[in-house]
C-alpha cells in the first residue's frame, strides 16, 4: 500500500492544523490508508499512562460510546489504555487514525491493522519526515498536539497534577478548543482549568452531546 503526501500548499491540506498550529504547521504530512477520512470531524483520545483504577472501566466504555456513536477517533495509541480502546474502536465499523511519534515510511504495518486499512476505515498519518524512525519525548508531544489540532474535540481520562499531560491540556485549551474528562475527583485539576465534566451515569445523553459537537 502506497503513501500519500499533503503539502501545506495542497487544497485539501486539514484547515485545522492552519488554523490551530499557525506556522508551526507541518509542511508535509504522511498518510497510509483512507486519506479522505482527514475530511471528517474526529475525536481525539488521550489516555494516561497511569489512570486511576475507578476511571479505567469508564475509560473502555468510553471506547464503546465511540464505537457505537460511528465517530471517528484519533489518537497516538501508544500507551497500555490507550492500545485497549484502540483495540475495541478496531472491532466495529468507524473510521479510526492512528499518528504515530514517527514517520510511516516503510514502517511495519501491524497485524491488526491490516483488515481495517483493506476496509478503508483506517488512516496511519504522521507529521514526520522519513528521516524520524525513532519516538521519543520530543515526538510524542509534538504527536499529541497534532492529534488535538486535527480532532474537532479531545477527550482526556485523565492527568496528573503538574504533569506533562496537564501542561499539555493548558496549551489545548488556549486555542479555545473543547476538552472533556470524566466528571471525577482525580480529574477536579482538569476541570478547574476548564475542560469539561462528563457524568457517565446517562452514557447515551454523553454519546448525543459528542456527536452534537463533533458535527460543528
Known amino acids: ?95 479510526v487514525i492512528v499518528c504515530p511519534a514517527r514517520n510511516i515510511q516503510n514502517m511495519r504495518i501491524r497485524k491488526e491493522y491490516r483488515k481495517s486499512l483493506d476496509d478503508g476505515r483506517l488512516l496511519l498519518l504522521s507529521r514526520f519526515e522519513e528521516n524520524q524512525r525513532r519516538i521519543s519525548a520530543k515526538t510524542s508531544h509534538y504527536r499529541n498536539v497534532f492529534v488535538a489540532a486535527l480532532s474537532s474535540v479531545v477527550f482526556v481520562t485523565h492527568a496528573s497534577p503538574a504533569s506533562k499531560t496537564e501542561a499539555f491540556c493548558r496549551e489545548i485549551l488556549s486555542w479555545e478548543k473543547p476538552i472533556y474528562t470524566f466528571d471525577n475527583d482525580y480529574n ?7 475542560a469539561q465534566s462528563v457524568n457517565m451515569a446517562n452514557v447515551s445523553d454523553w454519546a448525543n452531546l459528542l456527536v452534537a459537537h463533533a458535527d460543528k
Open 1 to 95: 500500500m502506497n503513501t500519500d503526501h499533503l503539502r501545506h500548499s495542497d487544497l485539501n491540506y486539514p484547515p485545522n492544523l492552519k488554523k490551530y498550529l499557525g506556522k508551526n504547521a507541518p509542511d508535509i504530512i504522511t498518510g497510509l490508508g483512507s486519506i479522505d477520512i482527514l475530511r471528517h470531524n474526529s475525536t481525539a483520545l488521550f489516555c494516561s499512562l497511569k489512570c486511576p483504577g475507578d476511571l479505567i472501566l469508564k475509560t473502555y466504555d468510553l471506547a464503546q460510546i465511540l464505537r457505537q456513536a460511528g465517530m471517528t477517533v484519533i489518537g497516538g495509541f501508544h500507551f497500555p489504555m490507550e492500545r485497549e480502546c484502540l483495540a475495541i474502536l478496531l472491532r466495529g465499523t468507524q473510521p
Open 188 to 194: 477536579k485539576n482538569l476541570i478547574e482549568m476548564g
